[in-house]
C-alpha cells in the first residue's frame, strides 16, 4: 500500500508505487499550473508520497451496558484501536 499527501487533498492510498507517484507528480503539476499566475505556492514542499507501513485498525468493538460507568451514555458502543503493520 502505497499513500499520496498534497495540499488539496487527505492522504490518499493506492495499490502499487507507480499509482502513488504519478499522483504525486500530478500534484506537482497542479501546483506549476497556478505558479504561471500566482508564484509557488509555499505548499508545493508538502506533497509527499511513499509506502504505509502501518496503520490504525479496530481491535474490538461491544455494545455498551450500564457497567461502563466511565463512557458516556451518549456512546452505543466501546471500542478500541491498536496499529498493525501492512504488508
Known sequence: MWFVLDSCND??????????KAAAEAAIDFERDNAIDTGWSEDVTNIMW?????????????PRTDEDAMVTSQCDTVCDYHLVKVE
Open 11 to 20: 492522504i490518499e492510498l493506492y495499490d502499487s508505487e507507480e499509482k502513488a
Open 50 to 62: 511513499g509506502k504505509v507501513i502501518g496503520r490504525c485498525e479496530l481491535k474490538f468493538e461491544r
